[in-house]
């Protein structure tokens, strides 16, 4: 028997006293773009720069890659398990795809299906060690957190023993031009990368919220036992998103090989902390069960414009990490707050 | 246990007109009650009566907007739940709260390990052991304080929280529906320590849903209704049946409502040889369409388990399911349903519903194809319609479906969001088990109208439930389970009466004499 039956919310709900309404916001989808806004019009005054085209033509191609692979972490978020092994797919699908379309040594060098091959055997990389953390995770019962632990430090590993046969430095440069254009190409005026980010946000957007898919995956991350009951292939949603983060942390790894224009086993290295903290800071629980594309969005352009700021403002790389690591901790707090809140409710 | 010198003793905790009001709405009218040492006072009343509310103020989770409590003829207003316990006032829970990664003393003694000496603080282990091995003589259990509490089975759960009450001396001790996951032989211990309890001059306040139970515990009934006193008095001068008319605020004639059709021809669900050992030995069984099939057993008969097994949660060794003439072979819950099964299980919370989501979401759960528009995106008008028109089938207290989250629904109203969410696929076989468990009279009534209305659309229902009366009431045949094995199968007899051998059946249930008859349950069913 709950003690406050729903009406008497309902009733509250209409009178909103200034601890409901902080309630509200704090609960809202848009809490993290009002964060945005806030920061924003605090260090405008520092750094007016900030509101230039340039300073925000180059916080969209920071956002662009981070935001694809978070939407990945955000599916493994959502069924209420983790994904560290995305920035160890990133390096090895850079690697693997620079390999097969370098001029020099290429296994597709020349050919015009260099670029589409190098693309394909990406993505082939990222579906194959999201599918070994999903079949460990599933089959194994193995935590995804060890999982995606161990499969992070054996591809790091991996991308850099593989490197060694293809080049004799320390990454495989020599791509084709046809690759290159990706990151500095454009259609009427929209950079490609956005093309492709947009496009990958707006499928995965409508697969949580609208497929049959979307709902199975919800379904898994609240209650995994009751989804059983219900039906649900609960092994089979698991392993899918891990497969989709994977294919978007390829996604990740084609803009950033394109960018750099050398396929680096150590490119995205340090992203890790960027993306799980980008769709935290979102408002995706940690504990499962809830989370948006839109959310990550918000996410992503809160952490890129923090990164901006901070690096216009000349932050050391060591005060723009306290900064990031605050930042975090305080929406994961938050994140507890929201389930406190949601409980009362 | 008797009435002999009511006048003399003044009552160990008398309470008058307490109200209390959540957001401005008054959920308790002025409740009193009183409660003389040595006595149980049974408190009955619906989901949503008061019942609640009124023990957390006893309990000093809550504090009252108004009225008054006297403890030992002292005023008594706990500020919080820590003060409640210090001034005497034990309260069991319905989910226990044991650690069960802990031994038995160290969940006695969690709130304040004994020390050796000021100077050392090291636990003193003797002196807990000492102790628990008192306690646990109190509530005739014999096992070792060391004894993990994982390994414990419910009802020594339960005893070990009273032991623990018991160790902070308590004035008086609340039950909360302590009999629901109770095996009868666990029931019968638990109502003999009550009776030591009462006779030790400790006060029993007991909340049951089970009113057998609170007949043959309590010596008085106070019955709440709507957040105010619907009635009482003493056990003597009440009747089951006259406890439902103060619970419900009108008289119930027939808990069970009338069918109008007889079972069909055609086998609906056929289990062959099904075993799994140490679960299931040769069970075989069929229903028909428009069958009722009762399955009585006690807990650890493997009732649920059968369930599970031929839902394919659980695996077997061996044997043969077929729905509908066509075989169910390594059932997984995609093919049981395919097949034309739902699944009704005994524990909504953790098993039945998403909490957390909305009455729409998790009615659709089962059928999301059905609700898909263009592209086979779930089209949410679909939903939303399905949903409104399915929480009409079942009564659901509310129509805002998408707004709605399930946490925030009564007992009663969560299982029907599960019945409405097997419903929706109009399965051909369902099985509820324990489907009324912890629902309230009203809501018992919706579940028995709503079976009934699924026989006389030809579904075969497998009906699992701990309360025989409710077997009796709305089976067609009833097996019996104890062990794993089948051991009988009783056919109703045709014309009025009961229908069924109460004590044959309860006799193969248990596979002993049953020892004690509980009383006023003919007269309901």
Same mark, same amino acid.
């Given at each position: 028997m709950t003690a406050v039956p729903p009406v008497d919310v309902e009733r509250a709900r209409a009178r909103p006293t200034g601890h409901l309404r902080l309630a509200r916001l704090v609960l809202s989808e848009y809490f993290t773009l009002v964060l945005c806004a806030l920061y924003l019009a605090a260090v405008y005054p520092f750094v007016p720069e900030m509101l230039t085209a340039e300073v925000a033509a180059n916080v969209l191609s920071d956002m662009m890659p981070l935001l694809v692979v978070a939407i990945g972490q955000t599916f493994v978020l959502v069924i209420a398990g983790i994904d560290l092994s995305v920035t160890a797919i990133i390096s090895m699908a850079a690697v693997v795809g620079a390999s097969v379309m370098?001029? &020099? =040594? =290429?296994?597709?060098? =020349?050919?015009?299906?260099a670029v589409p091959g190098a693309i394909l055997a990406m993505l082939l990389v990222g579906l194959a060690i999201g599918a070994i953390n999903g079949l460990s995770v599933t089959r194994l019962n193995m935590p995804s957190f060890i999982v995606t632990l161990a499969t992070r430090m054996f591809f790091a590993g991996a991308a850099i023993w593989y490197t060694t046969f293809h080049s004799a430095s320390s990454s495989i440069a020599d791509l084709p031009a046809g690759f290159t254009a990706i990151a500095e190409g454009d259609v009427l005026g929209v950079p490609v990368t956005v093309l492709i980010a947009v496009a990958v946000a707006v499928a995965a957007h409508l697969t949580l919220s609208r497929s049959r898919l979307g709902r199975h995956i919800y379904a898994v991350g609240a209650n995994p036992k009751a989804a059983r009951i219900s039906g649900v292939p609960v092994a089979r949603t698991i392993l899918i998103t891990f497969m989709i983060s994977g294919a978007c942390a390829a996604i990740t790894s084609v803009m950033y090989v394109s960018r750099m224009q050398t396929g680096s086993p150590i490119v995205g290295e340090n992203i890790l902390l960027d993306v799980i903290g980008a769709v935290v800071i979102g408002g &995706?629980?940690?504990? =499962?069960g809830k989370g948006k594309v839109l959310w990550t969005v918000f996410g992503v352009l809160f952490l890129v414009l923090l990164d901006t700021s901070m690096k216009l403002l000349g932050a050391s790389l060591f005060a723009i990490f306290i900064i990031k690591g605050g930042v975090i901790l305080l929406a994961a707090m938050i994140d507890t707050l929201r389930h406190r809140l949601m409980a009362t409710r | 246990m008797t009435d002999s010198h009511p006048a003399r003793t003044p009552p160990l905790l008398e309470v008058a007109g307490l109200t209390k009001s959540f957001f401005g709405v008054r959920v308790l009218h002025g409740i009193g009650y009183s409660l003389r040492a040595g006595e149980a006072l049974g408190l009955v009343g619906e989901n949503g009566s008061g019942k609640s509310t009124t023990m957390n103020i006893l309990g000093g989770v809550h504090q009252p907007d108004g009225g008054a409590m006297l403890l030992d003829s002292a005023p008594y207003a706990p500020a919080g739940p820590g003060e409640a316990i210090r001034a005497g006032i034990a309260f069991i829970h319905q989910e226990l709260n044991l650690f069960p990664n802990l031994t038995i003393e160290e969940n006695l003694f969690i709130d304040g390990f004994p020390r050796r000496s000021r100077l050392i603080p090291l636990i003193d282990r003797a002196a807990i052991r000492r102790r628990t091995e008192d306690l646990l003589a109190q509530v005739n259990l014999d096992l070792k304080p060391g004894t993990p509490v994982a390994r414990l089975s419910q009802g020594e759960r339960q005893l070990v929280e009273i032991a623990k009450a018991l160790g902070r001396s308590p004035k008086v001790i609340i039950f909360d529906?302590?009999?629901?996951?109770?095996?009868r032989r666990e029931v019968d211990r638990l109502f003999a320590i009550i009776a030591r309890l009462k006779a030790r001059g400790i006060g029993i306040i007991y909340i049951s849903h089970a009113l057998e139970d609170v007949m043959t515990v309590c010596d008085h009934v106070t019955v709440l209704r709507d957040g105010a006193l619907a009635g009482g008095g003493r056990r003597q001068d009440l009747s089951v049946p006259a406890i439902i008319a103060m619970m419900v605020g009108r008289s119930i004639d027939t808990v069970f409502p009338p069918r109008t059709v007889r079972p069909r021809a055609e086998e609906a669900l056929v289990v062959e040889d099904l075993s799994q050992p140490g679960v299931a030995e040769a069970i075989s069984f069929s229903i028909r369409a428009g069958e009722v099939l009762g399955l009585a057993g006690l807990m650890g008969s493997g009732r649920s388990e059968l369930a599970r097994m031929i839902f394919g949660l659980d695996r077997f060794a061996r044997g043969r399911i077929s729905v509908a003439g066509r075989p169910l072979e390594n059932p997984t819950p995609i093919t049981a349903m395919e097949a034309g099964i739902a699944f009704l299980t005994e524990d909504r919370r953790s098993e039945g519903l998403l909490m957390g989501f909305s009455v729409a979401e998790n009615m659709v759960l089962t059928s999301l194809p059905a609700v898909a528009g263009a592209l086979g995106l779930v089209d949410g008008r679909k939903v939303v319609d399905t949903a409104v028109s399915m929480a009409r089938t079942v009564h659901?207290?509310?129509?805002k479906v998408s707004d709605t989250l399930v946490k925030h629904l009564s007992g009663g109203n969560q299982q029907k969001v599960v019945i409405g969410k097997w419903l929706l696929r109009q399965p051909a076989v369902f099985i509820l088990d324990e489907p009324t468990r912890g629902i309230d009279v009203g809501a018992k009534q919706e579940v028995y109208r709503i079976i009934n209305q699924l026989v006389e659309r030809g579904s075969a229902v497998l009906l699992i439930s701990s309360e025989i009366e409710e077997l009796i009431g709305l089976s067609d045949r009833i097996l019996t389970l104890c062990r794993g094995e089948l051991t009988g199968g009783f056919e109703r007899s045709p014309g009025p009466g009961p229908g069924f051998d109460r004590e044959a059946i309860m006799t193969a249930a248990t596979g002993v004499a049953v020892a004690r008859t509980r009383t006023g349950t003919r007269d309901v069913a």
């Open positions: 370098t001029g &020099t =040594g =290429g296994y597709l060098a =020349g050919s015009p299906l &995706t629980s940690l504990f =499962g | 529906e302590p009999t629901t996951s109770l095996t659901l207290s509310t129509e």
